[in-house]
């Protein structure tokens, strides 16, 4: 429990310094890093289901594809490249495939080459893409005080629903997948997740000020003389994404769960792996970003 709690102490501000003061192609770079360890630590529970994927060709994909967008961070309008992203996103996301079974076509065991291909196109899917989306939601209008909202409901959310859960949890959400998790923890990280985000938008214009005023977000980066959003539809998002994330949990868990492991990795102390920290993110970020991009910003005359 200590060396949970410490951790977190230390990771939490350099990841909000992150988040909130750094260029975004620096953004961009971190996201790489944690990305390629996140694939690392998913590729090695596929090989407890037998598989053996293809691990460089996976690096040196996700590789290319963060090069990509540091190369091209802010270096266009928001909504530019919010476009220039939908578009590699797209393509990357379609070739993917093809590219992976290209590359185990030599291998000598023809019945394990599509198991191999499929493993290293869902790590490219499910962890390099969904941490792609937040470096492009960075770039757009807003963009750190919609990090900040998304990392503070997931956290609060998290948080709320361990403690709970351990404390007053009676009734077990999916035993077989996650023993410890209860409906009673999951109603706690709901309604953290809640107030949290209601917080936030209510007070959005002095947030943004005093961070601003500490220098830790320029103008562009918060809600400062813009049209606040209404608090209905930040209600809304706000549940889609505390639902994301409890699912994004759940689904890791049931990865080890098959693998026979309890965590992904221990780079963490006292959190386990990388994929065991950004689990609930890689569900939530895609719903965020979808939001912020097309539906947030359309409606808005930037």
Do not use: C
């Not at 949970?4 to 310094?17: D, G, H």
């Not at 599509?114 to 869902?122: G, R």
């Amino acid at each position: 429990m200590l060396t949970r709690i410490a951790t977190a102490v230390v990771l939490i501000p350099v990841v909000l310094l992150l988040v909130l003061r750094a260029p975004v192609p620096v953004v961009a770079i971190v996201a790489a890093a944690v990305a390629l360890v996140t694939v690392q630590e998913f590729l090695k529970l596929t090989e407890l289901y037998g598989i053996h994927p293809a691990r460089i060709s996976t690096y040196i994909f996700v590789g290319l594809f963060y090069i990509y967008l540091a190369l091209n961070a802010a270096s266009e309008t928001p909504q530019l490249s919010g476009v220039k992203f939908i578009l590699m996103a797209a393509f990357a996301s379609a070739i993917v495939p093809f590219v992976f079974l290209t590359i185990v076509m030599r291998r000598t065991q023809m019945s394990a080459a599509y198991p191999a291909a499929a493993a290293s196109a869902f790590a490219f899917l499910y962890v390099a893409m969904p941490l792609a989306m937040l470096v492009q939601l960075r770039e757009q209008w807003a963009g750190a005080f919609w990090l900040l909202y998304l990392l503070l409901v997931v956290w609060a959310g998290d948080i709320f629903a361990y403690f709970i859960g351990r404390s007053v949890g009676r009734r077990l959400m999916a035993p077989r997948i996650s023993p410890k998790k209860t409906w009673e923890g999951a109603a706690a990280s709901l309604a953290a997740s809640l107030v949290v985000g209601i917080v936030l938008f209510t007070h959005a214009l002095e947030i943004s000020s005093f961070l601003l005023n500490l220098g830790l977000i320029s103008r562009r980066d918060g809600l400062l003389g813009l049209e606040k959003p209404e608090l209905w539809p930040i209600i809304l998002l706000t549940i889609a994404l505390n639902v994301a994330a409890q699912l994004g949990d759940l689904v890791e868990s049931l990865i080890k769960r098959g693998a026979g492991v309890k965590d992904s990795g221990s780079i963490l102390p006292g959190h386990g792996g990388m994929l065991d920290r950004i689990d609930a993110l890689l569900f939530a970020a895609p719903i965020l970003w979808f939001y912020t991009t097309v539906l947030f910003a359309a409606s808005r005359p930037w």
